[in-house]
């Protein structure tokens, strides 16, 4: 055995040495990155996943809206003093089977209404204002009927005064990062008004 031979063999394993210290710092410093990526990451992931859900929630909510007010509008025959009542718990039990846990409020022309609190549907029966018409204001959840006027008559915004099914619902929502206040009050609100007449 030569003296160049020990070297050489020394120089070898330095050499395989170095190689792998350096294909393990790389594996750490892939490691260093993926700690400090990986929790950016889950959060925008958690975040997008919580907008999605409350996007999806009320997509489905105003769905249940727009088809309780189709119904108000096929059944628009029913917005009566006689039928009133029986209009409103109808269109509660519409909501109640499509959107199950939420609040819902049916109000049918300023008379008979239905109020449905994700368990029982309860129905008043003041129903002497519902054959007449009005032009209401605002909006369907906080909607001011004002006096009644025939029907037809010309209303102070330059329509014409109906016949109205009012339709307020609301569901809660629990969203995953409440912080963000993307969901106000922790429930998600839908409304719509049916003109009938």
Not at 141 to 167: H, N, Q, Y
Request: charged share 15%; with cysteine; aromatic share 8%.
């Amino acid at each position: 055995m030569s003296i160049f031979q020990s070297p050489l063999r020394w120089l070898q394993a330095a050499h395989i040495f170095l190689k792998r210290f350096l294909v393990s710092e790389n594996k750490g410093a892939s490691a260093i990155e993926f700690a400090v990526i990986a929790p950016v990451f889950a959060l925008i992931l958690a975040g997008s996943l919580d907008l999605g859900m409350a996007v999806y929630s009320r997509f489905q909510l105003d769905s249940t809206v727009s088809s309780a007010a189709s119904y108000a509008l096929v059944n628009s025959s029913m917005v009566s003093s006689e039928n009133g009542s029986e209009l409103a718990k109808r269109i509660a039990s519409l909501i109640a089977v499509r959107a199950g846990n939420t609040g819902a409020t049916v109000v049918v022309n300023n008379g008979p209404d239905a109020g449905y609190d994700g368990v029982v549907i309860k129905v008043s029966q003041q129903s002497s204002n519902a054959n007449k018409c009005y032009c209401p204001t605002g909006s369907a959840r906080s909607l001011v009927w004002g006096a009644m006027k025939e029907c037809g008559a010309l209303c102070p915004d330059g329509t014409r005064a109906g016949k109205f099914v009012a339709i307020a619902v609301q569901q809660p929502y629990k969203p995953l990062f409440s912080g963000y206040g993307i969901i106000r009050d922790d429930t998600i609100s839908a409304a719509a008004i049916a003109r009938t007449q």
